[in-house]
């Protein structure tokens, strides 16, 4: 267990003050990636990564702020928000979805979830058409066949205040779930730009439980 301070003391240790450097530049990606991938190019005006400034952490939080908004190219569909340590190239320190909510918990518990393809959360606060991606918990897997990074809707069968069910398409059928497993659900906004635009990301939060 550590202190609010030893947290505190963790987050500060990404900001743009680190040595070695830490998260100084926001990028944003068409597509979730592990190692930066799928980041947005081209345009005109071109886009280009932008860095972020960050007060000290507090209540286990830090917030990261871009300097400015993005500029966005036509045919651009703008999901994810990375973390960098260079304006081009430099050490990849992940990524988090657009206009993302807060994470809940969730989980499937038992052989009538797997039956009926349902995922406990409760309160979870979800509507039918709410995209949402999932997290695995440390030390934990996620109800097969979910996989962290892809993009889900949540659908009207089956939603109840503490219950839902997902889908690869929007209104589409369930998802076949096989088998029980745990994790966080979070909320994302990809937004695509059919001409040349601008993106704000207003603050980008990171925080340790």
């Not at 267990?1 to 030893?6: F, K, L, N, P, S």
């Not at 994810?80 to 260079?86: K, M």
């Not at 979830?113 to 409760?122: E, F, R, V």
């Amino acid at each position: 267990m550590y202190t609010d301070a030893a947290v505190q003391k963790m987050l500060d240790a990404m900001d743009e003050t680190a040595s070695p450097v830490g998260y100084t530049h926001s990028s944003l990606h068409s597509a979730y990636s592990t190692t930066g991938t799928n980041e947005l190019t081209g345009g005109s005006p071109a886009y280009a990564r932008k860095a972020v400034t960050a007060p000290g952490a507090s209540g286990r939080s830090k917030v990261f702020t871009p300097a400015s908004a993005f500029d966005v190219p036509a045919g651009s569909t703008v999901a994810w928000v990375g973390r960098w340590n260079a304006l081009t190239t430099g050490t990849f320190w992940g990524m988090g979805p657009a206009g993302g909510g807060a994470r809940r918990q969730m989980a499937v518990v038992d052989a009538a979830d797997i039956t009926a393809n349902t995922i406990d959360s409760p309160a979870h606060g979800l509507s039918a058409g709410n995209q949402v991606v999932f997290w695995a918990s440390s030390g934990a897997v996620l109800p097969a066949p979910l996989a962290e990074g892809t993009i889900y809707f949540v659908i009207a069968a089956g939603l109840t205040t503490d219950v839902f069910e997902v889908s690869l398409t929007s209104g589409g059928s369930a998802v076949d779930i096989t088998a029980a497993g745990d994790g966080e659900v979070q909320t994302i906004v990809p937004e695509t730009f059919v001409g040349q635009g601008t993106y704000t990301v207003s603050t980008d939060t990171l925080s340790l439980p």
